[in-house]
């Protein structure tokens, strides 16, 4: 059985880095998988259903997406870097294909807080890695204007402006916009926060003085259970 490997964002940072790739790589493909959508993800189970779907009913010799970003914070391996995706027909050479899972199409699921900053850390791990701009980040549908991918409520100056946003944050070491790297707690933050447990705001805020409600517990303690965290 195909087997996937899960990331941290410090993880992923630290795998792209180093990992071997003798293609060209020249361009990002930006994609959501509308299906399954945010409140269907079940872990590798749900990697393993896409690449199901993509080899054994499409066809194709491995599941489309070099890398998968799921709801929440984690960064899942895919195709073999050297390897063009299975993205968007007529423009695949050269890409680097990253899939958000859900249905992000207005009106439906999201694209915040851990998953966002997720999706631009490893966009900006993987223009370090290639030495790629803003400019050669691809949305599916600016291809193809028959699809919506990645979401009709993903605005390009927006996602483009996050990356910005939460590269300024990274090239201060800082894990969150109101987090200095010297503050008291920042390697507890970071940790916390690459174990996708918690999450800052839309303006990648993580408001560290604020005091934290019972729903926040109760979210932070789902999640440890979720990762097999509680005994």
Aim: proline share 4%; net charge neutral; aromatic share 10%.
């Amino acid at each position: 059985m195909r087997k996937f490997r899960q990331f941290t964002i410090s993880g992923f940072e630290g795998y792209i880095s180093t990992v071997p790739v003798k293609r060209e790589i020249n361009h990002i493909q930006i994609h959501h998988t509308w299906k399954p959508r945010k409140a269907d993800y079940r872990g590798e189970s749900t990697i393993r259903g896409m690449w199901q779907y993509h080899t054994q009913t499409n066809g194709w010799q491995d599941i489309a997406q070099h890398f998968s970003i799921a709801p929440d914070g984690t960064i899942w391996d895919g195709r073999d870097l050297n390897l063009d995706p299975a993205g968007i027909k007529g423009y695949n050479r050269g890409g680097l294909m990253i899939e958000i899972i859900g249905d992000f199409d207005e009106g439906q699921d999201r694209l915040d807080n851990s998953q966002l900053f997720a999706v631009a850390s490893a966009v900006i791990a993987c223009q370090d890695r290639f030495r790629l701009k803003n400019a050669d980040i691809v949305f599916h549908r600016e291809i193809d204007p028959s699809k919506s991918c990645p979401g009709t409520g993903i605005d390009r100056y927006l996602f483009l402006n996050a990356i910005d946003k939460t590269r300024e944050v990274k090239g201060g070491k800082e894990v969150f916009a109101d987090v200095p790297s010297d503050h008291w707690g920042v390697n507890a933050i970071r940790w916390a926060s690459d174990q996708g447990l918690l999450t800052a705001n839309q303006e990648g805020r993580f408001r560290p003085n604020d005091p934290v409600t019972r729903a926040e517990m109760s979210a932070v303690l789902h999640r440890m259970a979720e990762k097999g965290m509680l005994k």
